[in-house]
């Protein structure tokens, strides 16, 4: 039996959150924390109970251990992530906004560690876990972290094992936008499950409608589409059908960085659980509407019981 039920890969970051609202050069108190789409749902999903191995690199220093400390606290193993002794551990600071709008936010990731993930990571054979969750970031990293992402998701295949995909879309790491798609759809066409939101899917597919944009996908061999659709909810499409589930009312929006992670952990745990789709959507949903009500990346991810008492109010 695998040793862990999820592995997740990419480029953790230190943060550097503004306390209070203001351009970035006008903040004089910061609040650290760490971000990374990747890590966001490795987090969400040790939340929920999933045994979930990390994989990926920092550097030998204080941001570097922050990381680390912070992703244990969070119960996932790191036992397989790298310290490189020669780059850092990329950090980004990030504004506040209290209107709901999308903060400002500024990289400083050039150099760093992560961007050196290679398949030499993976060691003499492949981690044994049962499911693969993989994001379009380390993509646009290095030609290193994409020959990483291929070997991992190509082991995964040939172990008869399930894969989930995320574009993530992040323009200004590619050099033009043609490469982008190319090798996000290139990735994507390998996986089970992918999970794009409506404009990502509309820029890379081609496609305006939902139902069209999980076609393109679907043709090209994948199982299942997920397409985040914001305030409309979500639609979901395989061979066998289609819907469209209501999104979960918010009251007042808080920051919405993180949402999209919310919303795949909420889905990929319920698949894994074996929900039906109409489910394991209502719960993306759900865990979305919980990252958007809160400040930070991943700080509105639930535990297992918020979301066990969150499912006895809805049969009640």
Not at 47 to 65: A, I, P, Q, T, Y
Not at 86 to 107: I, N
Not at 263 to 272: E, I, K, R
Request: proline fraction near 5%; include cysteine.
């Amino acid at each position: 039996m695998p040793e862990h039920d999820v592995l997740c890969f990419g480029e953790t970051m230190a943060m550097f959150v503004a306390e209070q609202v203001g351009e970035l050069e006008d903040i004089g108190q910061f609040r650290k924390r760490i971000a990374g789409a990747d890590s966001n749902v490795a987090i969400g999903l040790s939340r929920l109970g999933f045994k979930v191995r990390w994989l990926s690199r920092v550097g030998n220093d204080s941001l570097g251990r922050f990381v680390l400390d912070s992703l244990r606290k969070e119960g996932l193993d790191c036992s397989a992530v790298e310290v490189d002794p020669a780059h850092p551990t990329g950090f980004q600071l990030k504004a506040r906004c209290d209107d709901g709008s999308d903060p400002a936010v500024e990289y400083f990731r050039g150099n760093s560690a992560a961007r050196r993930m290679s398949p030499a990571l993976l060691g003499p054979q492949l981690p044994q876990v049962r499911h693969l969750h993989a994001t379009g970031i380390p993509l646009a990293l290095s030609a290193d972290c994409r020959a990483l992402s291929h070997a991992l998701v190509d082991g995964m295949r040939e172990a008869g094992r399930s894969i989930s995909f995320d574009p993530n879309l992040r323009p200004s790491l590619w050099p033009e936008r043609s490469s982008m798609i190319r090798e996000i759809n290139a990735l994507a066409f390998k996986a089970n499950w992918v999970l794009p939101g409506l404009e990502e899917g509309r820029l890379l597919t081609g496609q305006q409608t939902p139902a069209d944009i999980a076609a393109f996908y679907l043709e090209q061999g994948v199982d299942l589409v997920v397409i985040k659709l914001g305030e409309a909810g979500a639609y979901w499409r395989n061979a066998q059908g289609e819907g469209q589930v209501a999104p979960v009312p918010v009251a007042k929006v808080v920051d919405t960085v993180g949402a999209g992670d919310a919303f795949a952990v909420g889905v990929l745990s319920a698949l894994l659980e074996g929900c039906q789709l109409p489910q394991a959507v209502a719960r993306g949903n759900w865990c979305g509407s919980r990252a958007v009500q809160s400040r930070g990346d991943m700080e509105g991810l639930p535990l297992r019981h918020e979301l066990d008492e969150h499912n006895l109010r809805r049969s009640a």
